[in-house]
């Protein structure tokens, strides 16, 4: 197109137009290449654009790595001086220089596994009350808000409505069945915690309910099922990987609260023996201690907690999201 | 002997159902006793002098919050800037890219990260800022939060882009207009209720967080607007109040509290109203 | 000037092992209409996205031969550029969302800087709003979004967007498939008027609308170009026996 008039370009630009696309660009927005043809400013190019893309693609991937590695950076002076023992040893004494880790092992496992077998029944309950008895209206609205609120609701205000209600109505409890009355202790960590995790739980199972597909519910119904067997024999196989990725998706969040639990388990360091004893869970004994451990050793012992709270709950998710993907390839 | 267990059956299957509504119905009590503790202990305390003064020290009667307001804002709007251009980014890579091996590590390690425990977030920025710089900071709190948002944002990103039919994409190409344009001027507006909404989640999300804050932000009883100084927050203000053994400074965390959830209700439902207005359709 | 705006040389196309059109030679008129048809996954919409060069935005994408606007490559050439001169038309017409009508009509240059006034600019929009058959309709809601618009109006605005870049050639991806009858005669009536400004070609799978409204036809199968020429010749003596087999419906 080299060599053509502003009069020819014009022939071709449009041919029945009266002006041409050159006289409506103003020079100092637009240049114009060898051919003629209007070229707009690039705010970026092409490639640096992709570029960028890219690297930030690669960002999450070495966000997360970069986490990894400075938490296991940061505990390599406790792994160097205590070793694995600090998986099992059962003291935790700071002043004298004991990092047994067991008792908050013990603690959050207690706690979470507690918490989800309160959370299961009440789940799974809500689940299928959404996601097959009452799938529109008033309730199952109403319903579907409370769940959508609890899951909002900010951790350390559930820890203080804990303190305020929980621990006074489980010392309470504890006096009548003549149990040490401490009130605060695992099992109200496990009560707040169930509470807390309801909601994702909730929410994934009756999605995984609400999808089974009709046709083999009315097959079902057809040969005479009443709804519940429907529910058992059909329902739940079909929706049982997605209810167990909640399952496993609530354990993962359970493990790794916080705010609450510290606020009504007691604070303790000694290995629980009853579930109204009070303890610490490895996120609670963080928060606890962490602004006031001194020495590197102690610092690096709490890093080294948070290392394995950290691949426990990432493991727990993995595990949880193969089985989400597994699902829906399946479809 | 057939009608007698057809009889069972349908009675087990009432029963079942009434079992059902009785457990979800429960759900409810416990959200009523934590409004119901908030609003009554939370309302009270509510007034201007509230909202406005500075914690008066330990064993004084009175005292405000502003400064756990003013500190909760400058968190969020650190986090903000550091997570939405990066999580924004993040998602648009990810609605482009779909297959491939890159995507999928990308995706797995968002997952994760949504995943760490929030007082882990915390160490980590504790190590990153707080101790090459020295002290305790509202930045070293902004960037805890920031890594806790930037999942949410690009998720939220991410499932808006993808549902934007690639059609407009093309359209937007095959009038000659460059890819990057094409993705800046076309497509992210046509999303942008989508991650506005996502944004606004992530914000309700953020807002209420403490454990990251312990030992980045750590809280301080002073109005403070130095990003490279403690800065106090509602959450940490809660925590703080309501585990000292006082009485009056329970009262104000319950005011904290009664605050910061209506802000979070809030955001959650602007960001429904901001869906429904928006949202462009196809 | 040429009478010939397009030509192909020996031009194929596909996906990674999969050649969906090869031995590609054609001349397109200019200010013809020239329909190309043939039956489903002869290649058709493959061939012409190759024409502004979408066809290489799918990964794996490939391509061989030469593709001449005015005796240019248009792989030679930017293709931001060939696709300015080159515009297109989809199946599904797809305005964009967020604009208005009137902002949609000149999003060629909105969106890629250029700077016009705004006498220009209303010049424009009624002018390209015109050549669509759309303006009485839509010019007193110049500024609503284009979505309250019905389906063939819409795809007559995007018929305006892609004619206010002032292309050489219009390329229509099956325009009408998604449309009423109704719909669709406006658009064909639209479509033989603008052969006055703009070059015409036309994927199509209605053989009743190729004979009505093209001047060329050319026939694809399995890839090939198996035959091309006037229309009026194409569909009453066809040269070859596959031509003819398609036109009296023996394959679809």
């Not at chain 1, 907690?305 to 998710?317: D, E, G, K, R, S």
């Not at chain 2, 029963?15 to 009554?40: D, E, N, T």
């Not at chain 2, 403070?224 to 309501?242: D, G, M, Q, R």
């Not at chain 3, 705006?5 to 996906?15: H, N, S």
């Amino acid at each position: 197109m080299e060599g053509y008039g502003e009069e020819e370009l014009a022939g071709r630009m449009g041919h029945a137009h009266p002006g041409n696309i050159q006289g409506l660009a103003r020079k100092a927005f637009v240049g114009t290449s060898a051919d003629g043809v209007l070229r707009s400013r690039p705010i970026l190019s092409e490639p640096s654009f992709r570029k960028l893309l890219y690297l930030s693609g690669i960002f999450a991937i070495v966000l997360l790595l970069a986490i990894l590695l400075s938490l296991i950076a940061a505990s390599v002076p406790a792994i160097k001086q205590i070793g694995l023992s600090f998986l099992v040893n059962r003291v935790w004494d700071p002043v004298a220089g004991q990092f047994g880790s067991l008792p908050f092992l013990a603690g959050t496992l207690l706690t979470s596994l507690l918490a989800l077998l309160i959370a299961i029944f009440f789940s799974l309950a809500v689940s299928i009350f959404l996601g097959e008895y009452s799938r529109t209206g008033a309730v199952s609205s109403v319903i579907k808000g409370v769940v959508e609120l609890l899951a909002g609701i900010p951790s350390v205000i559930y820890g203080f409505w804990g303190l305020a209600f929980l621990v006074p109505a489980v010392r309470y409890v504890e006096m009548r069945i003549h149990v040490a009355p401490y009130g605060v202790g695992i099992l109200t960590a496990a009560l707040i915690l169930s509470i807390m995790i309801i909601p994702y739980s909730a929410s994934l199972g009756r999605e995984v309910i609400s999808l089974v597909p009709a046709d083999l519910k009315e097959a079902a119904l057809s040969l005479g099922a009443t709804r519940f067997e429907v529910i058992r024999k059909v329902i739940l196989p079909y929706a049982r990987s997605g209810i167990l990725a909640g399952v496993l998706l609530s354990l993962g969040r359970a493990l790794g609260e916080t705010m609450a639990v510290t606020m009504v388990i007691g604070n303790s360091n000694m290995l629980p023996k009853s579930i109204f004893a009070p303890a610490n869970t490895m996120a609670s004994i963080i928060a606890n201690e962490f602004t006031e451990a001194t020495g590197k050793v102690y610092l690096a012992s709490l890093v080294e907690v948070a290392l394995v709270l950290f691949v426990v709950t990432a493991i727990i998710n993995i595990i949880g999201k193969i089985i989400i993907i597994r699902m829906s390839v399946e479809r | 002997m057939k009608e007698r267990s057809v009889y069972k059956r349908i009675l087990v299957d009432r029963l079942f159902k009434a079992l059902v509504i009785c457990l979800s119905c429960i759900i409810i009590l416990p959200m009523f006793f934590i409004l119901y503790f908030i609003v009554r202990n939370g309302i009270s305390v509510i007034n201007w002098g509230f909202l406005l003064s500075l914690p008066k020290p330990m064993g004084e009667a009175g005292g405000g919050i502003s400064n756990a307001i003013v500190g909760t804002v400058i968190l969020i709007v650190i986090a903000s800037i550091i997570s939405i251009p990066i999580g924004t980014l993040i998602g648009i890579y990810l609605s482009e890219y779909k297959r491939g091996r890159f995507p999928y590590f990308s995706r797995l390690s968002l997952e994760i990260l949504q995943g760490i425990p929030s007082i882990v977030i915390g160490i980590i920025a504790y190590i990153w800022i707080v101790v090459p710089v020295g002290t305790f900071s509202a930045l070293s709190g902004g960037v805890a939060l920031a890594i806790m948002m930037l999942p949410v944002i690009v998720m939220s990103t991410e499932e808006t882009l993808k549902l934007i039919p690639d059609t407009l994409k093309e359209a937007s190409l095959a009038l000659g207009v460059p890819y990057p344009r094409t993705i800046l001027k076309v497509v992210l507006p046509a999303g942008l209720s989508g991650i506005v909404t996502g944004i606004i989640l992530g914000v309700a999300r953020i807002a209420g967080e403490t454990a990251p804050l312990l030992f980045t932000a750590f809280g301080s009883p002073f109005m403070s607007t130095n990003i490279f100084k403690p800065v106090s927050s509602l959450p940490l203000l809660v925590f703080n109040y309501a585990t000292s053994p006082y009485p009056d400074l329970h009262a104000l965390a319950w005011g904290a509290c009664f605050v910061l959830i209506v802000f979070i209700l809030s955001l959650n439902l602007i960001a429904k109203m901001v869906t429904r207005r928006w949202k462009v359709q196809f | 000037m040429e009478s010939t705006v397009l030509k192909t040389e020996d031009f194929g196309a596909g996906f990674e092992d999969n050649e969906v059109v090869r031995s590609i030679n054609l001349s397109i008129e200019r200010n013809k209409i020239t329909a190309i048809m043939g039956p489903s996954g002869c290649g058709k919409t493959t061939f012409i996205r190759c024409i502004n060069r979408m066809h290489e935005l799918v990964p794996g994408a490939t391509s061989s031969g030469k593709i001449l606007i005015d005796n240019e490559n248009i792989y030679d050439m930017d293709a931001i550029i060939v696709r300015r001169k080159i515009g297109m038309v989809f199946q599904r017409p797809n305005p964009f969302p967020t604009m208005s009508i009137y902002d949609n009509v000149v999003a060629g240059y909105n969106l890629n800087g250029i700077a016009i006034t705004k006498a220009d600019k209303d010049r424009i929009v009624e002018e390209s709003l015109q050549k669509a058959a759309l303006w009485a309709e839509v010019k007193n809601s110049l500024h609503r979004k284009g979505t309250f618009l019905s389906g063939g109006q819409q795809q007559r605005l995007c018929i305006a967007r892609a004619l206010a870049m002032y292309p050489e050639i219009l390329l229509l991806d099956e325009p009408t498939s998604a449309l009423d009858p109704k719909a669709t005669a406006h658009i064909e009536e639209l479509v033989v008027e603008l052969k006055n400004s703009v070059t015409i070609i036309q994927v199509t799978h209605n053989i009743p609308q190729a004979a009505r409204i093209s001047d060329f036809t050319a026939f694809l199968y399995l890839g090939e170009l198996v035959e091309f020429g006037p229309t009026e010749k194409v569909f009453t003596v066809p040269r070859d026996k596959r031509t003819e087999q398609y036109l009296t419906g023996k394959f679809g």
